[in-house]
Every structure is written in structure tokens, then in C-alpha cells.
């Protein structure tokens, strides 16, 4: 899966395994070391979806501070 559309509040995922997704399913999305962001799928649109996180990206989650500086994904 690649992210797409990041913001603290939450970010769109693609790829194939989409079709496997449902609307308000709950999952964690982990990168590297960090703590898993716990999430629900707000929505899906062929192989894109919609995660909205159940809180912020704070301060101390470097991996994903470091994704929102980029934004080059």
C-alpha cells in the first residue's frame, strides 16, 4: 500500500489490496518502529481509500512528521 494525502488528521491509501478494505473497518497503520496510528476507513474509490486516525499526529511521531514535511510521496 502507498500513502497518499497526508495531513495529521488522517490520509488516502493505494494499491490492489483496497478491494480487501470495508467502509468503518479499524485498522493500524505502523511505520518503521513507531506506534501504530489507529485508524477507520471513511471511504473507497476503486484503489484509493480514505483513513481518517482516531488521533492527530503529534509532535513525538517523528516518522510521520517527517512524512508530512516531505510530501513528495
Do not use: K, N, Y
Request: charged share 20%; with cysteine; glycine share 10%.
Amino acid at each position: 500500500m502507498l500513502v497518499i494525502d497526508l495531513s495529521t488528521h488522517g490520509c488516502g491509501i493505494q494499491g490492489d489490496a483496497t478491494s480487501a478494505l470495508r467502509l468503518g473497518m479499524i485498522l493500524a497503520i505502523r511505520l518503521d518502529d513507531e506506534r501504530p496510528v489507529q485508524a477507520i476507513i471513511r471511504w473507497i474509490r476503486g484503489e484509493v481509500a480514505g483513513i481518517e486516525f482516531f488521533r492527530p499526529i503529534t509532535a513525538d511521531q517523528s516518522g510521520w512528521r517527517a512524512l508530512l514535511a516531505d510530501q513528495s510521496f
